[in-house]
């Protein structure tokens, strides 16, 4: 198939603002202009593709019926983007994207099946069968497409607490994980030799099981690891579909996502002590619950009040504020954001450690503090300001419960063993807001800090808990 030049530059061009979006998106401080580049190349990529692929009556006449069926497609789907984005709270922002991600796999998927059901009208057909590269390119995207859009929904399902978050470990797990995707890299590779219909759709059937079977036994302490490799899946879906449409910037974006999602998935990995090939594999080294996530509410613990907060925090020469996802779901970033503004004001140096799976996605609290208008110059990543607890007079925790749970580092039966946390436990004082003691952490296990004689617990609702705070303050 000729390519138009023109065209070509376009989807450069296109691939360029592409990778700019990418850099900008690496800070907060720059996620603006990441977001308006991505949505520039976004729009010369697709109105380079209508305009070269629009369809025709013949060489001049072009299709008018055709095309303004495909508008109104464009429109009905930008009316639901724009709805979705203008109502979606932040705290369902995981979901979104599990979602989204469920939704590019899905278009892989039909895609794949209408260049298999018509191979002649995409261009990849000679003699009434498939081009042997087609077939590779059809095979792995209708693949990993499916295998995107159900990892998505269980994903999905976890997140937004229709599914239990913990592990579900199904048993002999692994013999089926890997039996299921020997068969279907097996299907793939006889496809090459024949194009019967039961070997795609067996693919197809295949990898949308396999997709369910490894995100069920991922537990909710590694979800964040698992947003973003559907991320890298969908990126890789939508690459081959690229191959099969012959469109470069399908090819381009597809790539860049699918690489950028494979390194985040491998650095929140090592953040967290986990490894890259047990997570993608389905909770390889996942355990089955002991039952022993239930709180310990025997154990003697301190009950404060805003006001013994307040006071503390004002005599404090330094406050170290760990959020957590139970800021976002009490929408306290704002008033948070107040309460440091008073401090900052008795002379209190205030600082804020972000932990990389504080939240259900990565960057979930960076997003949720610059929303707040909080100085990117106060927000810092655990291990730049994990060695901080020792010479801090106050560890202010809002919402957070896995990341802080010293048993990270004790017991080798924790499910979330090994993940580095912030030593909050160091600190010469421990707030902790928490709703109330009988509940415990994403990962379903119990915080030894609660009990420490140096923490005091402040139970109630975040942000009426910090508004309180803010006005014993004053």
């Not at 594999?281 to 709180?295: C, I, L, N, Q, R």
Request: a negative charge.
């Amino acid at each position: 198939m000729a390519v138009n030049p023109w065209a070509a530059l376009a989807y450069l061009i296109a691939g360029v603002c592409f990778i700019l979006a990418l850099r900008g998106l690496s800070s907060p401080a720059t996620s603006q202009r990441g977001n308006r580049n991505g949505m520039i190349g976004m729009t010369i990529a697709v109105v380079t593709t209508l305009i070269v692929h629009a369809p025709r009556l013949d060489a001049t006449t072009i299709d008018f019926v055709t095309a303004v069926e495909i508008l109104i497609a464009i429109g009905i789907g930008a009316a639901i983007g724009i709805a979705t984005a203008r109502r979606i709270k932040m705290t369902d922002m995981p979901q979104l994207v599990a979602a989204f991600h469920s939704l590019v796999g899905l278009a892989a998927v039909l895609v794949g099946m209408a260049a298999y059901l018509n191979p002649e009208a995409f261009g990849i057909a000679e003699a009434g069968q498939i081009l042997l590269q087609s077939r590779v390119e059809l095979g792995l995207g209708v693949a990993i497409g499916a295998i995107t859009f159900s990892g998505s929904v269980i994903a999905f399902a976890k997140l937004n607490g229709n599914m239990s978050g913990k592990p579900i470990l199904l048993p002999a797990r692994h013999i089926i994980n890997l039996g299921t995707i020997a068969a279907i890299l097996g299907l793939v590779a006889y496809f090459l030799t024949d194009q019967s219909p039961w070997v795609f759709f067996t693919i197809t059937i295949l990898s949308f099981v396999i997709g369910f079977l490894l995100i069920i036994p991922i537990g909710g302490a590694d979800m964040p690891v698992v947003v973003s490799m559907l991320n890298s899946y969908s990126g890789w879906a939508a690459a081959a579909m690229g191959f099969t449409l012959h469109n470069t910037a399908m090819i381009i974006t597809g790539a860049l996502v699918g690489s950028s999602g494979a390194i985040l998935s491998y650095i929140m990995c090592a953040a967290m002590n986990r490894s890259f090939i047990s997570v993608i594999a389905g909770g390889f080294g996942a355990v089955a619950d002991s039952g022993g996530g239930e709180a310990k509410e025997q154990r003697p613990w301190k009950r404060g009040s805003a006001e013994d907060a307040a006071f503390l925090m004002g005599q404090a020469e330094q406050v170290i504020i760990v959020p957590g996802y139970g800021m976002a779901v009490a929408q306290a970033q704002h008033v948070l954001r107040e309460m440091t503004d008073k401090l900052k004001e008795h002379g209190v140096k205030v600082k804020f450690a972000i932990h990389p799976v504080a939240g259900r996605m990565p960057g979930h609290m960076n997003v949720l503090l610059a929303e707040a208008s909080v100085p990117y110059d106060d927000v810092f990543e655990l291990e730049d300001i994990n060695s901080e607890f020792a010479q801090t007079d106050v560890a202010f925790i809002i919402g957070a419960n896995d990341v802080v749970n010293p048993s990270a580092k004790t017991d080798k039966a924790s499910p979330i063993y090994g993940m580095p946390v912030f030593d909050v436990e160091k600190a010469k004082t421990v707030l902790f807001i928490k709703r109330s003691m009988g509940g415990v952490g994403y990962a379903g296990v119990d915080n030894d800090v609660f009990y420490m004689d140096n923490t005091m617990m402040l139970l109630a609702d975040a942000k009426k808990m910090v508004e309180d705070i803010v006005k014993a303050l004053d």
